[in-house]
Structures are given as structure tokens and as C-alpha cells.
């Protein structure tokens, strides 16, 4: 989950969200939540000097210097805080077994969360998966999931109480101290949840790990970590994807003392989230929060906001497009490792191999510890069709990170490449099970079983596929071609129109879906309606060039109509098909027949 130590921190020190104060003394929250009791006030000015000492030390990253520092404060004052504040400074050089054993002698674990958390982190990161479930607990704190018709009148008793301040300043203090210990309580409670999950989702228990962070983000919609986990896991279709999203308290974000700062707070933060969403549904609002965040907030140039769009261009069939917001984001940052899936991705579909190739040596040679370097490697030689060693690269690259999505269906690929079909079924089903929210692996396990001539068992997957999302042309087209095979070219007709439809309607890259338009005219075809089978060729010319394909499809229906005229027009584009291929076996077939018929007709 965690790269390396200093994201660990960084992370860490985000959720504590210390005040300046805080930073001053090195409280990293309100002391009400520990519990023992505080320092002596004799020799406070020493303990205020030694805190700020270990402070400084920690903001140059200098860790030794803030554990012996750390250390000798403990022994002075015997603080809670100053032991779970050194705790996390081993935490973050990488000591877990040490700064478990510090929770554990201070017996902080059992009386805070944010000792509790800790503590799990720390089993987490040695790989003790059941241990930190231990620590941690198998229940999520459902209960404190926000009820919005609650907290509306949680807010106007606060604000009655407000009005009466002037008469219980002490008391208003108190509920203000216990309201920020309740929040920070709440906080660690949410980021426990997140916790759980990576243990579920490390035993392989996904159904279970879902739930877990969904509840995390529900306690807490600001636990950020829990939301991308959902997001880049594929862990729910892209309607449910939405759904969740209008589910989350978004006003439970705060600016203290600024109702209106808050308000803008949760729009803002609702924006960002709505940015990592499923760009197959609601483009239309997706739009809109990438103009907002641009315009308003200063975000236009931002890498998470630049990919997002290039996202959206991607699923749109606009590689280029795509490919050029990508290679911005890498000029400014060279190995913003979330950027190369998808740039590797565009740099494959426009056949960019001198490109990839590059790429691919560069992070061999600089970070042959990111699991994206081999899967660079792995889409450079299967460019090249070098399928068996983009399978070994694929295959390491998802060793590395089992959860690494484009690195599964990469290696997947490579069977489906050489015809090994039951292995390719084999390698999407692994996909499925893995990243349960997206529709592509079993878009591709509906082609193999296609490929197999298993027509019903083609039918099941793409269904399921559709399920998940019902505006991937891709997916409408693959369900049009079963159809066709099945003999229900009225239907396929429907489905391959439905794709056009859809692929219009999300501004998609009109030659990406000549295919579709191609399917289109044979079923219009096989169903005997020649006038529109001719019409979408023709569109099929006009948009893609000259095709001897497609001039031998329109000199079959020519053919099929009869007549002297429709042979001698057979004739005519049955020769073009033979212009543009000479070797063209079946052009070359119908065209014989064609000529035979026409010297019967003709007297």
C-alpha cells in the first residue's frame, strides 16, 4: 500500500492535521483524547525546549536526532503523548516491531485509537495481516456513520447554544474541546476501517475489504486513502460508483467558525472526488467539475485533474488527444508512476514502439522496483509481438503488486495473442475476481468463449459485462457480433446501432468505431435490408478510405438484389475490391459469378 516510508509519514501526518500550536509543543492532538495524567509544571520551560527540538529535527527529516531527542523527554515527563509521538517517529524510519513494542509498554493501545491504528499500521506493514485484524477489531464502528437529518439538528441546537454563550463560556469550551476529541476520535476510527481493508483485501477476502473502506469513507468522507482504493481497485461498476458518491456526508467537511468557507469546502471536495469516477457514466458532470476545479481553483495544470481528462479521452477513443496530456504531465514530472498505465496505454494504440522502447529502458534502468517499470516492458515486446516475454514481464509486474490491475489483463493478453484460449479464460477470470467493479475482463472473457465458438457461454459474460456498464460501445459491439453468430441479425443490427449511438453521444473518435459501422451493414445484410446495408458502407468508405472488404461486401448484396443493373454495379466495385487487393480470394470469387450472371441477363 505504501511505497516507501516517507509516503507512510506523509499520510500519517495529513490525518493528524496538527494546529501551529500543536507543532510547537509536538502535540499531535488534543491531550483530553490520551489518557494518564500531563506533565509537572516544574521544569516545563525544559520540556517546551525539548519539544521544539524534536520538532525541528523531524521537519529535516532527521530522524535520529528526534529519537534521541524524543527519548530523553519521555524519561523527563512519562507523557502519553511524548511516547506515541515517538512511536510514530520509529513508525516512520521504518522500526514497526519497535514502535509496537512502545505502544505496547506505554499500554496506549487499548485506551486510544489513534494507538490502536498505530498499532495495526505496524503489523500491517511487517505483513501480519491477522494480527492487526487482532489489534484492530473485525467490526467496522458502523454507528458513526453520519445520519444527515441528525446532524442538521445537531447543528441548530449548536447554534442555540451559541446564542447563550455569553452565560456558559466554561461549558461552551468544554463541549468545543469534547467536539474536537470526538473528530479526532472519529477520524482514527474511519482510517481503522481503511486498515481492515487492506487486510481483507491482502487475504483476498475483496467482498469484505469493499465494505471496509466504504464505511471508512462513509465515517469519514475525507479518508481519501479508503476512496482511491475503491477507485483504482475497480471494487464497484460505475453506477454504483455514482450512487456511493451522492451517499457520502460531504457536509460533514468543516472550516471551524466559517459556515460558508465549509459549505465551499464540501463543493470542493465533492468536485475532487467526482474527478475519480467512472468516465463511462455522466460525462456531463465529470465536465463540469474538471471546469469548476480549473477555472475557480487554480487546478487546470494539476497532474490528478490533467489525468482524469486524459481518462475520459482514452474511453473516448481519442489516443492522441489522450496521449498529449499524458506526455505534458511527465515533461513536468518524469515518474509520476499513476500517469504510465495510461500513457503506456495510448502509446500502444497509436503503435508508438520506438517510444515504448525507450520508456521502457529508462525505468528499468532508474526504479526496476516499480511494478509499472515491467509492465512498460511488457507492452514494448508484446508491440513487437514478442508475446512470450511480454508474459514474463506482465507476469512480474503482477507479483509485485497483486492488485495491479493493467498488468493482470496484459498477461492475460498474451494468451488470448498465440489462440491459447482456455488459458486466456483462466487469466481474465483471475482479473474478474480481482477488480469485481469493471466490465472489461468479462467483456474479454465473452470474446474468448466467442472465439470457442461457445455462443451461450459468450452471451452469459458480455451480459454480466453489460451489467456493470451499459454505455461501453466496445461492449455493445462484442454483444451485436454474438447476435450475428447466433442468426439474429435484427438484433445485432439494434446492438451495433446502440454502440454508434453511445459512442456519439460520448463525443468518441468517429474511425475508432468503423468496425461497429462495418457490423452494422453486414446485419443489415443478413436481415435482407440491402438500402441500409449499402448506405452504412458508403459511410464506412467516406470515413475510412478504401477498403476491398468492404467493396466485396457491397458487390455481394449487388448480387443478392439481382437484376441486370445490380450485377453490372457488382461488376463495377467488385473490380475496385480487386484494385486495392489483387490476391483477394473472395472478391476475386464473387467477381467470376458476377460476370457469369451478367453474360446470362444480358442478351
Known sequence: MFKNDTRAWTTWAQLISPTPRQQRTGELHPRPSLIGPGPDVEGADMESFLREWRQDALNKAQHDSAIFIGDKLLALTNDDNDAFWLAQVHFATG????????????????????????AGHCFIKQARYDEALAVLGERNPTHLISNPESKRKTQHTSSRATAHQGRGASKSQDRTDSSEEDTANRRFEAAMCFLRGICYAKQNAFDRAKECYK???RIDVQCFEAFQQLMKNSLMSPEEEWQFLESLDFDAVSVPGDASSSQEAAEFTKMLYTTRLSKYRNPETFTTACETLSTHYNLASNPDLLLARADLLYTQCRYKDAL??????????????????????????????NVLFLIAHDLADNHPEEPCTWLAVGIYYFAIDKIAEARRYFSKASMMDAHFGPAWIGFAHTFAAEGE?????????????????????????GMQNHALNNMTLADEFLKTAYGLCRTDPLLLNEMGVVYYHQDRPQDAATLFLKALEVADEIDAEPQAWLSARTNLAHAYRRARRYDDALEQFDEVLRQGGKDAAVFAAKGLIYMEQGGARAFENAVEVLHMALAINPQDPIATELLNKALDETAGVLP
Open 421 to 445: 484460449h482456455d488459458q486466456a479464460i483462466s487469466a481474465y477470470s483471475t482479473a474478474a475476481r480481482l477488480f469485481m467493479g469493471t466490465h472489461l475482463p468479462q467483456v474479454f472473457l
Open 95 to 118: 522500526n514497526y516491531t519497535r514502535a509496537q513494542a512502545f505502544l505496547s509498554k506505554q499500554d496506549l493501545i487499548s485506551r486510544n485509537p489513534s494507538c490502536q491504528y498505530l
Open 324 to 353: 498529449g496530456i499524458t506526455d505534458s504531465v511527465l515533461q513536468d514530472d518524469k515518474y509520476n508512476f499513476s500517469i504510465y498505465p495510461l500513457h503506456l496505454a495510448c502509446l500502444y494504440e497509436l503503435k508508438m514502439k
Open 215 to 217: 464505511d471508512a469513507v
